[in-house]
């Protein structure tokens, strides 16, 4: 069996990584739309959900009509089961994108409904009546009153009383009957859900997730577009996120979700609310917060959802009258959930609560499942005075709720025990893993043959380079230690190194968020530094460089947290490369990260005082070494200004021997060979009073560097072969209820 085989290959897999990330990556890989990954079938036919119709019965129309305020009650729920099976599925672009069609057909379900639709009666608002009349208002004078005398003719009223079923499914209007029989392209029936059963949202192609797990059941383009263009606002005429049916794996509750919403023309966000608990599988709510329908005065990137630009609702509303061929309608949560007071206060009998009329989706974090849904939407139409009809000329301006619906989807208990089993018998490993890669440290000692003209030759690398690297006792400190007892008499690089530490480290576990796996939280007792003169420079970023999160992409910046630097450096990817049959990405320091503010601003922080800058390719670490003119780099001054190198004969800078690189296994992050590369340099200038130093030159002075590597042995690179051959394939066909 695969999960066996994976326990197994993990509780004697010693390359140093945790093994419990390997089901992380099992899953990344697993989710995605090809037709041989196990999701695929109930991406492909997926469970019926159910869709519960609500209505806002008036009661007091002839109120309202008078200029006061309307009062509704809510009827039902009248419900429906939906099918959705994905049609005309085509794979596009080597299987990176599938298209689709997503056709809906809708079944009564009387015993989940609070009557018959077919006989319950609603008052509403006569929708194609007010939709006409919104769309004369445009028209001339002249055109306006012939057609205003016309419709007043046929005493058609501002409420309609119809079935439930008439209201959703049609019925033959007698004033779009009249003008079908002038215009006859003018539909002479009526429905909110009029010849939508059995059709669909439009033509789909999503990604599959093949490339990037991040992008599993994104939309890529709708209807042929990957942007609308009905919205005044770039922003605001994106495509983003996916159909709120699947989600990518691997969420953390820090990261916005994003879908495209149908019935509100737009894309929205979903955050993070709470962990919820559903039929025994722990989960994360995410809902959209309030600022998805903000006003543009709060939000001002809703600013591109007023059309024409300027033309803005408040808070809680969305009019969609550019994508509904110019009809006044307004989208919102039910009862005005999230709107201002106005709009509530506004129609007696509304009464918004989170429990009944908020959207969420409970998502199972590791899979992205969602384990349980609610998507809650309210139709609204736009009442006002309009110049030639009588019989609105009291009324008060309002936005009037016609009915809302509420999709629900729950896993069923079959699927629940299916879920909850995958994720317990997940393997668990041994988080305490000791790493068994072939590892050397070398130092380079470069040895001064001529101090006046500094000319050096570079020896052979040594293991231990006794006095220099380990200590002796240097007579200057002997003078100096007996009036000042903290001064140590000895002197080395490494002096007192063997058996300490670098530091109290505190590390995320990656528990919560696979990407924080082995991030500093705290270096002795600080999530930043000090010594560096802005916010930036001093920030803890990133991994002690041993460990890093799986699922690794090319595109991604790296950190670590160097100690040798006194700060935290960045990787970038350099090339694909091969390591013992395993392939790897090779990540580096780009040219960047020692550069001078002069080319790269973001580097002046690490200018100690403010301004006190040195060149490209060389960091002065004084403020944390104790005001020693202590200067680090890469080795031969790799990546630095040529007038370093220059400054000293018998250097000789080259990518192969200099350079700090980690090739890292993507689906685990796991560093499979690496080369940590590091020079000890000191400032050498004219000190006044000293009389030996009279006549040099300032000059960075390289005293030796270090070349720490690491290569994963041939047992365990036939292991993390073997592991990712063997991947665990667990079935995930989970079906709502």
Not at 235 to 248: A, E, L, P, Y
Not at 475 to 482: A, E, G, N, R, S
Not at 514 to 520: F, V
Not at 648 to 677: F, M, S, W
């Amino acid at each position: 069996m695969p999960g066996s085989m994976t326990r197994k290959c993990c509780a004697i897999y010693t390359t140093g990584f945790v093994c419990a990330h390997l089901l992380t990556v099992g899953i990344a890989l697993e989710i995605t739309l090809t037709e041989k990954s196990q999701v695929f079938e109930s991406w492909k036919n997926p469970p019926p959900s159910y869709l519960e119709y609500y209505f806002f019965n008036v009661t007091n129309p002839e109120v309202f009509m008078a200029g006061g305020k309307a009062s509704v009650k809510q009827i039902g729920p009248y419900t429906y089961r939906v099918h959705r099976p994905r049609e005309n599925v085509t794979f596009l672009e080597n299987g990176t994108k599938v298209y689709a069609l997503n056709p809906k057909t809708f079944v009564f379900v009387p015993e989940k409904s609070v009557g018959d639709p077919q006989v319950d009666i609603v008052r509403t608002v006569n929708i194609p009546f007010v939709t006409i009349m919104n769309e004369l208002n445009s028209y001339s004078f002249l055109l306006r009153s012939v057609f205003a005398m016309y419709i007043n003719s046929l005493d058609i009223k501002l409420f309609m009383t119809r079935t439930v079923h008439e209201v959703l499914w049609g019925f033959k209007d007698p004033l779009l009957t009249k003008l079908h029989s002038m215009k006859p392209e003018v539909d002479e029936y009526f429905g909110l859900m009029w010849k939508n059963n059995g059709t669909h949202d439009g033509e789909f192609v999503f990604h599959t997730g093949e490339q990037n797990y991040l992008d599993y059941g994104k939309i890529d383009t709708w209807n042929g577009m990957r942007e609308m263009s009905w919205w005044s606002s770039n922003q605001s005429n994106m495509i983003n996120g996916t159909d709120g049916t699947v989600f990518h794996p691997l969420i953390n509750r820090n990261e916005l979700l994003y879908i495209f919403a149908a019935d509100f023309c737009r894309s929205i966000h979903l955050a993070y609310v709470e962990d919820v608990e559903v039929k025994g599988i722990q989960a994360y709510r995410f809902a959209p917060p309030s600022d998805v329908l903000m006003s543009p005065k709060n939000n001002p990137t809703n600013a591109g959802f007023c059309v024409p630009a300027g033309d803005c609702l408040g808070t809680g509303v969305h009019k969609v009258s550019v994508c509904r061929e110019g009809a006044p309608i307004v989208v919102s949560f039910p009862h005005f959930y999230q709107a201002d007071r106005a709009y509530i206060n506004a129609i007696d009998g509304l009464n918004p609560n989170k429990e009944e009329h908020e959207t969420y989706f409970d998502l199972q974090p590791m899979t992205g499942v969602p384990i349980r849904a609610c998507k809650r939407a309210q139709l609204n139409m736009i009442l006002k005075r309009v110049a030639g009809f009588p019989k609105t000329k009291n009324i008060t301006e309002t936005i009037f709720p016609i009915m809302f619906v509420n999709e629900m989807a729950t896993i069923d208990d079959e699927s629940a025990a299916q879920m909850r089993s995958l994720l317990l018998n997940t393997p668990q490993y041994n988080r305490s893993l000791k790493p068994n890669k072939k590892k050397n440290i070398t130092e380079t000692i470069f040895p001064i043959m001529s101090v006046n003209e500094a000319i050096m030759n570079k020896l052979n690398s040594y293991s231990f380079f006794l006095r220099t690297l380990w200590g002796f006792k240097d007579p200057l400190l002997t003078k100096v230690h007996p009036t000042k007892p903290e001064v140590d008499e000895y002197f080395g690089l490494m002096w007192k190194k063997n058996g300490t530490h670098e530091g109290e480290f505190v590390f995320h576990t990656g528990e919560q968020n696979y990407l924080d796996y082995g991030k500093i939280d705290t270096w002795n007792g600080m999530r930043e530094m000090s010594w560096w003169s802005s916010n930036q420079s001093n920030m803890i970023n990133g991994t002690d460089g041993t460990v890093f999160h799986p699922l690794i992409n090319r595109d991604e910046l790296l950190y670590i947290f160097a100690a040798d630097f006194c700060r935290s450096i960045h990787l970038a990817y350099v090339e694909d490369v091969e390591v013992k049959g395993i392939q790897a990405y090779r990540f580096a320091p780009p040219s960047d990260v020692l550069m001078s503010p002069k080319n790269n601003p973001t580097n002046a922080g690490f200018c100690v005082p403010a301004g006190d800058c040195l060149g490209t390719g060389v960091h002065k670490v004084s403020v944390c070494r104790e005001g020693a003119p202590i200067v680090v780099s890469f080795p031969h001054f790799y990546q630095a200004d040529p007038a370093y190198i220059n400054a000293i004969d018998g250097l000789n800078p080259n990518k192969e021997e200099h350079e700090t690189y980690l090739d890292l296994q993507p689906t685990t992050g796991v560093p499979i060979r690496a080369c940590k590369r590091a020079q000890l340099n000191m400032i050498l200038k004219r000190v006044p009073g000293f009389p030996k130093t009279k006549n040099i030159t300032e000059t960075i002075f390289p005293i030796m560097f270090i070349n720490e590597m690491a290569t994963t042995d041939d047992e365990s690179a036939a292991q993390m072969r073997s592991l990712l051959l063997n991947t665990p394939q667990q079935n995930r066909n989970i079906k709502p209820k």
